[in-house]
């Protein structure tokens, strides 16, 4: 018996989802494409910025090129104009000579020597009752250098008696004293100055100047931005400009290269100036060149410049005397030149002049014993300044005409020539006041007569005095070059010694016809 087999079970589908519920199916929603951005290159305001830059700095490199040149071009060669100066015959002394004291006395303050106790600086003189003594200053001749010398001199019978050295006590055989300064011939700037070097100065003169107005000079590079820095608090805590911050070398490169416009430009060109010279030239060099051009003041039409011109003008005397009193007043004088004037205004000279002393000793330069004995002293500036102008004018002249003839005109005002010549101070005043003298007994004070004076010395031909007119300090009409007058009977003498040369033909009884006559010179008639 065949049994079946039951049917096998049916396999049951494996659901995917166990929970009796049937999800609803999520619709697939596709993800939204990401926007790509594209990388672009610099913006339109930074590509022009480069170009600019790839531009300018190539002309900017250039440019400083240029500046450097120039800079340096002017500073090693002549960086100022300087003024000729005139100066008369020397007043020379010896034993014999014919002169009086009062003569040498009057000559001795005409050069701005100053009368003291005792002659123990050049330029001084101290007159006892039997002896003149005199210390003179030293000066570059044409023929060499004259030294200073402390002299002592004895008169008799109008004379000079006795010469002697009051060092050593033996005799001078003769004593040449620096020239009277008669006239200068100045730049079209009118700066007048006299060049000197640093190591003829007074140290305690540049310790001055560096303590009062650049005391971290040996250390900066040009610029010293914690002195820019404590100027700007200054000035902003006063409200006002009470302060600067500029260091000597950007003074002298302010004074010597810019002009006085006030902008940005010319401050970022000091700034480029400041660094070349900082760069080119040794700290000792620039001291010198500012020492040389800083300003001093006005004396009508010429402007003061550098501390040797300053020490002639304000003392009399070369820079190199100068001592700590008067190095304080010019170091002192630099802030404000006209303010501070000791001729002006001597009491304000005085207490800037203290003040600087009061600085040195607390910065330690000089102690304070020697300050309070230098604040006890005299300002010392001579009373009378000495002239800009020529005392002579008619003579100058003279000179004028004849230096042009080997000598281009720019030289004559910017070459630093010195000229020597041969006027006698002593003749020209006799000149002088013999023309006044015989016009006023002409005309009666009508001021209608007019007068000329030249004096010749017989024996060498020279020039010692001349008078354009009745008025000797008049800069007009020169009548004693120019004035074209008939000579009259002057000619005579030359004309009777011409004939008497020629003895085969003339006699001093030679009859000559009194009618009009011709003389042939070559083919002219």
Do not use: C
């Amino acid at each position: 018996m065949i049994k079946k087999r039951p049917p096998a079970p049916r396999k049951q589908k494996k659901k995917a989802v166990k929970s009796a519920e049937k999800p609803r199916r999520k619709r697939r929603v596709a993800p939204k494409k990401r926007r790509t951005v594209k990388k672009k290159g610099p913006s339109r305001l930074r590509r022009l910025l480069l170009r600019s830059l790839l531009l300018i700095l190539p002309l900017f490199l250039l440019y400083v090129g240029w500046l450097d040149w120039s800079v340096r071009e002017q500073f090693d060669g002549k960086r100022w104009e300087l003024p000729a100066r005139v100066y008369a015959a020397p007043l020379e002394l010896y034993v014999g000579k014919p002169i009086t004291r009062t003569a040498v006395v009057d000559a001795l303050r005409e050069l701005g020597y100053s009368e003291r106790s005792r002659v123990s600086r050049a330029g001084s003189y101290s007159n006892h009752r039997e002896q003149l003594r005199l210390h003179s200053r030293p000066f570059q001749f044409w023929d060499g250098e004259e030294p200073a010398v402390v002299a002592e001199l004895t008169f008799y019978d109008g004379k000079i008696d006795a010469l002697r050295a009051l060092d050593s006590g033996e005799p001078l055989e003769i004593l040449r004293l620096d020239p009277l300064t008669i006239g200068n011939f100045f730049p079209a700037n009118g700066e007048d100055r006299q060049l000197v070097q640093l190591d003829e100065l007074p140290e305690i003169l540049t310790q001055t100047l560096i303590t009062v107005e650049d005391r971290a000079f040996y250390s900066h590079f040009g610029i010293n931005p914690l002195a820019i820095a404590r100027a700007l608090l200054v000035n902003l805590r006063a409200g006002r400009m009470v302060q600067g911050g500029s260091t000597l070398t950007q003074q002298l490169a302010k004074n010597l290269f810019l002009s006085r416009e006030r902008s940005l430009w010319r401050k970022f060109r000091e700034a480029l100036i400041t660094l070349i010279l900082e760069s080119h030239y040794e700290k000792e060099v620039l001291l010198e060149a500012y020492l040389n051009e800083v300003y001093f003041g006005q004396d009508q039409q010429r402007s003061i410049h550098g501390v040797g011109m300053a020490s002639q003008f304000f003392f009399g005397q070369d820079a190199s005397q100068l001592n700590l009193a008067e190095s304080a007043l010019l170091v002192g004088m630099l802030k404000a030149p006209s303010r501070y004037n000791p001729r002006r205004h001597p009491e304000r000279a005085k207490q800037r002049r203290d003040l600087v002393l009061n600085l040195l000793a607390e910065q330690g330069v000089i102690s304070e014993e020697e300050a309070r004995a230098a604040r006890r002293l005299p300002l010392g500036v001579l009373k009378k300044k000495p002239f800009g102008r020529s005392r002579y004018p008619a003579f100058l002249e003279l000179v004028r005409h004849q230096i042009l003839r080997d000598y281009p005109r720019k030289d004559l005002t910017s070459a630093g020539l010195q000229i020597f010549t041969t006027l006698d101070p002593r003749v020209q005043r006799a000149a002088e006041e013999g023309l006044q003298q015989r016009i006023q007994e002409l005309d009666g004070g009508s001021r209608d007569i007019q007068g000329a004076v030249v004096v010749i010395h017989p024996g060498s031909g020279e020039v010692e005095a001349v008078v354009g007119g009745r008025e000797p300090r008049g800069t007009g009409f020169n009548r004693a070059l120019n004035a074209i007058r008939p000579i009259g009977s002057l000619v005579k003498p030359a004309l009777f010694l011409a004939a008497l040369e020629q003895p085969e033909r003339y006699t001093l009884v030679s009859p000559l016809a009194d009618r009009p006559f011709q003389l042939r010179s070559g083919d002219t008639v």
